[in-house]
């Protein structure tokens, strides 16, 4: 299977702060890529520095096209959607309307964006039953279902999704873990996931990366990555 990102040599920095050493990573097209590793180890970075939202250097292949210096809105139109760490949802418009504003990206077709809406609510009954009530009243999970499914209206060919558990409680977090799995395996959506719930995570994915320090210290199959003693006393807990 062919890579939809191929990412070689990246770095990224903070002003004179530099996080990420030269890391090189793929993300198989159709594929589940998990990015593991300790706060601060760079995971989240990764995720901005391929958006293009702080300093960088490197390549970045995307869909083979080099997007390394392509600016963030031209990435996100060539179909990236990157959901970030505390969801970020419109908190004063309704449900239905956030899901609009998902779609902004896309040319204008009505009928297109209607029914891709009604898709979204098939994967998350919950949101429709919520459609008409305020971003900012949902709970937690419901937010980061709207998260996800507002990154869907972009139609994506690779979503970046950075700590989709951030806040849940253990129910709702395996619950968006499986929609995610329901999505990859219906949608075909490539999906780069960064995650402190390391297991999840490893059972979500096809492979991973564990990331030290800004650098790429041990990469290979999910289920490989997982039978690894050093993983398993550090991430997995036994």
């Known amino acids: 299977m062919s890579a939809i990102l191929k990412v070689e040599n990246l770095e990224a920095s903070y002003g004179e702060l530099r996080v990420l050493r030269g890391i090189n990573f793929e993300v198989e097209r159709g594929g589940v890529t998990t990015l593991l590793g300790a706060n601060g180890a760079g995971k989240s ?7 293009g939202m702080i300093q960088r250097s490197g390549k970045i292949m995307f869909d083979d096209r080099d997007v390394s210096r392509m600016p963030t809105e031209d990435i996100v139109r060539i179909g990236v959607a990157h959901i970030p760490e505390g969801r970020g949802t419109f908190s004063t418009l309704t449900t239905e309307e956030n899901l609009h504003l998902g779609a902004m990206a896309r040319p204008n077709k ?7 809406i009604r898709k979204c609510f098939e994967f998350f009954p919950r949101l429709q039953e919520r459609r008409n009530q305020q971003a900012g009243t949902l709970s937690g999970g419901e937010q980061q279902m709207l998260a996800i499914a507002r990154a869907l209206m972009l139609r994506p060919k690779l979503m970046l999704l950075d700590e989709p558990s951030f806040g849940l409680a253990p129910l709702v977090t395996r619950q968006i873990f499986d929609i995610l799995a329901d999505l990859n395996k219906e949608t075909g959506t490539s999906m780069l996931v960064v995650e402190q719930n390391a297991s999840l995570a490893l ?5 991973a990366y564990l990331i030290e320090t800004g650098s790429i210290v041990m ?3 999910a289920d490989a ?7 398993r006393a ?3 807990g036994y």
Do not use: M, P
């Not at 059972?203 to 492979?207: F, Q, T």
């Open 225 to 231: 990555i997982r039978e690894d003693e050093s993983v």
């Open 234 to 236: 550090s991430y997995l």
């Open 110 to 116: 009505k009928d297109e964006i209607e029914s891709d």
């Open 203 to 207: 059972e979500l994915a096809d492979h």
């Open 45 to 51: 970075t990764t995720l901005r520095a391929l958006c």
């Open 219 to 221: 990469s290979g199959e």
